[in-house]
C-alpha cells in the first residue's frame, strides 16, 4: 500500500511541476517546444504499434489499438497546433496589395493619387 501511495505522490507532484514549468514558457519559445513534442509523439506511436503487433489477447490488443488512435491524434494535433503559431510569426504587409501582389506603403499610395495615376 505504501508503494501505491508513493506512485500516486510522484505522479501529483510530477503534474503540478509539469504544469509551472509549461505556464511559465515565453509563447516565442512554444513553437520549438511542440517540434519537440511532435518528435516524442511519433516515438510513442511507434512503440504503440510495436506493442499491438505483439499482443496476444483481445483486451491487449484492444488497448494498443487505442494508444495507436490517440497517440495519432495527438501526433496530428501536435502539428496542426506548431502551423498555427507559426502562422502567427510570419511577417505582415504593411500596405494594402496592389494587382501585382506588391505591397505599396502610404508615401507611394498619397504620391500615385496626387499625380492621377500610379507608379
Not at 520549438?32 to 510513442?44: D, E, F, K, T, V
Amino acid at each position: 500500500m505504501s508503494e501505491a501511495m508513493a506512485l500516486l505522490a510522484i505522479f501529483t507532484l510530477a503534474v503540478f511541476v509539469g504544469f509551472e514549468v509549461v505556464s511559465k514558457v515565453s509563447s516565442t519559445l512554444h513553437t520549438p517546444l511542440m517540434s519537440g513534442a511532435n518528435a516524442i509523439h511519433g516515438i510513442i506511436l511507434v512503440g504503440a504499434i510495436i506493442v499491438a503487433s505483439h499482443a496476444d489477447g483481445g483486451l491487449e490488443l484492444g488497448l494498443s489499438v487505442a494508444a495507436i488512435i490517440l497517440a495519432t491524434i495527438n501526433l496530428v494535433g501536435g502539428f496542426v497546433v506548431t502551423d498555427r503559431m507559426l502562422e502567427m510569426f510570419k511577417g505582415k504587409s504593411g500596405g494594402k496589395k496592389t494587382d501585382k501582389g506588391e505591397a505599396k506603403s502610404g508615401a507611394e499610395k498619397s504620391g500615385a493619387e496626387k499625380s492621377g495615376g500610379s507608379k
